[in-house]
């Protein structure tokens, strides 16, 4: 298995054996201009997860049976109609939303209400208040995104063309009643999206097979299953 990590600072992989256990890995940082930390040029992050999966594979010539990922947690990726990147990845460092966030939190009945729904507190880190604070303060970038993405769907959709997203990773957006597990219709009312602007959900264990292109890149096997995995804490 070829497992996949993109984080906040580097791409990883691994190779691992169901016999043999761990093979090898390999780290590539990201170059300053694709992370600061608070945002990634997502092109420049998988362009750099390419290279890193390269590395390993020259090094080890094996049969790879399935590809695996982990990315961070509470990413906002915002795409145009034709599912193209606008702007910069918000990752969870992200603090821009902190005002925004602290006004609602002093809501103590809406705070309590929401922290129950989606088991996030009302906090700058989650995606849902990004967004929200967008819209008070970007509304022209927020009128272009058509869809609304993160680091786990951009990678996943690179290697299969295939929109999803785990429920793992949407657990932690505040879009998400962990009740139901499913997209919280209020919640998506409340911040102004359809929920066709969101993946599909689907378990971690989910596959997708590895596209002809994808596959010629990387030099491994078209309709390899990639299983979408989930965060990396």
Same mark, same amino acid.
């Given at each position: 298995?070829? !497992?996949l990590e993109v984080s906040t600072s580097s791409a990883k992989t691994i190779i691992y054996s169901s016999d043999k256990g761990v093979i090898d890995v390999a780290s590539i940082?990201?170059?300053e201009k694709v992370c600061d930390v608070v945002s990634q040029d997502i092109q420049g992050m998988y362009a750099t997860?390419?290279?890193?999966i390269k590395k390993i594979l020259e090094n080890n010539h094996l049969n790879i049976d399935a590809l695996s990922l982990s990315t961070t947690w509470h990413s906002l990726l915002l795409l145009?109609?034709? $599912? =193209?990147?606008i702007g910069r990845l918000k990752t969870?460092?992200?603090?821009?939303? !902190?005002d925004?966030?602290? $006004?609602y939190r002093l809501k103590k009945e809406f705070s309590s209400k929401f922290y129950n729904k989606t088991g996030c507190v009302i906090h700058s880190v989650y995606p849902v208040w990004k967004y929200i604070h967008m819209k008070e303060t970007d509304r022209e970038t927020i009128d272009r995104a058509a869809y609304i993405s993160s680091q786990q769907e951009y990678v996943f959709e690179k290697l299969t063309e295939e929109r999803a997203v785990s429920r793992t990773i949407a657990s932690g957006t505040g879009f998400f =009643?962990? =009740?139901k597990l499913e997209w919280d219709e209020e919640i998506l009312e409340f911040a102004g999206i359809k929920k066709e602007q969101l993946s599909p959900l689907v378990e971690p264990t989910y596959s997708a097979p590895l596209t002809k292109e994808a596959a010629e890149v990387m030099g491994l096997t078209a309709g390899?299953?990639?299983?979408?995995? !989930?965060a990396d804490g």
């Open positions: 298995i070829l !497992g940082p990201y170059p997860l390419l290279e890193c145009d109609e034709n $599912r =193209n990147p969870w460092a992200d603090t821009e939303a !902190g925004t966030a602290t $006004r =009643n962990i =009740n390899l299953p990639v299983i979408i995995g !989930g």
